[in-house]
């Protein structure tokens, strides 16, 4: 007894069966190649259209401005937990960097004793112009702090604290008072120098030219006397603008305050010094002023070193 299949049907199946292998890989191609476009438009959408290379370059670019600013950066995230400090920051806040490059979540205790960025967190207000103490063995640092929060599609997800040392604050400050005091001098002096342009207009009508030259040079030297020796003496324009002042008040009292010529001062930078500077001869000068009375002619002298 012999069992057997024609060859023909045997090809029949075999030509039946590929066709269906072929339908199902061309299929599982199509339905393949519309899964990665779809993934290719979510993962674009996430990475906000940008190539794997756009998003290094802005990567690099945003760890070089972090660590080029002054200004100390802190970023959390929705738990409080620090995300990112810059170098500024650790500087600041008197935070060292462990052997093994300490991690950001170590940090997340002290920052958290330090500002207390919970209520931004949890209802999105903003806290502008704090004023924190920083205190080591050592210095002692005022900070003025600005957190608010981080948001996505409505939703709070972090938050970032910009800090700097106020002292460096109150030191711009004084420089731009000392400043605003230098111009405030100059205006009150502007009215004299246009006297004097009449007065030598007048002198150059009546072609009285030896005059001129004399009164020319008696201004130039009172000048050079008054205002330009002090600038060359006195480098710090906080004290300066200040001595300015000072004169003009005595000028327009009768009197006279001069600037010994001995007098040096070197621009500091602190502004400890600047603020006891100003209030000791702020008193002295004022007592000496008191001192000469109503009766003008009388001439103040002083010696700052």
């Not at 030509?15 to 476009?37: A, E, H």
């Not at 945003?62 to 810059?86: F, H, W």
Request: glycine residues 6%; negative net charge; hydrophobic residues 40%.
């Amino acid at each position: 007894m012999a069992i057997g299949l024609e060859l023909s049907r045997v090809t029949q199946q075999i030509n039946d069966s590929r066709w269906s292998i072929i339908w199902s890989v061309l299929f599982g191609m199509l339905v393949g190649l519309i899964g990665t476009c779809i993934l290719v438009k979510v993962l674009k959408k996430i990475l906000f259209g940008l190539e794997p290379y756009e998003i290094s370059t802005l990567f690099e670019q945003r760890q070089a401005m972090l660590q080029s600013i002054k200004e100390g950066v802190v970023a959390v995230d929705d738990r409080g937990e620090v995300t990112l400090i810059n170098d500024a920051a650790q500087e600041l806040l008197n935070y060292r960097k462990s052997q093994d490059d300490e991690k950001l979540s170590t940090l997340s205790h002290s920052w958290s004793q330090v500002v207390d960025v919970s209520e931004v967190l949890r209802d999105g207000t903003p806290r502008r112009d704090e004023e924190i103490t920083i205190k080591d063995r050592i210095t002692v640092r005022l900070l003025l702090i600005n957190t608010v929060p981080v948001r996505s599609n409505g939703v709070i997800i972090g938050a970032i604290s910009t800090f700097r040392d106020k002292t460096e604050v109150r030191k711009l400050m004084q420089r731009l008072d000392g400043l605003v005091n230098y111009a405030d001098a100059l205006r009150e002096r502007s009215h004299e120098f246009m006297n004097k342009l009449h007065v030598i207009l007048g002198l150059l009508h009546l072609k009285s030219y030896k005059q001129l030259e004399d009164y020319i040079l008696k201004t130039a030297n009172n000048y050079q006397e008054e205002i330009g020796s002090l600038l060359g003496k006195i480098k710090s324009p906080v004290i300066a603008g200040f001595l300015i002042s000072k004169i003009n008040r005595a000028t327009d009292l009768g009197h006279t305050l001069i600037l010994n010529s001995e007098s040096q001062l070197p621009d500091s930078g602190s502004e400890d010094q600047v603020a006891t500077l100003i209030t000791t001869l702020g008193n002295l000068i004022e007592n000496a002023l008191e001192a000469l009375g109503p009766e003008p002619g009388g001439e103040i002298s002083v010696f700052v070193v």
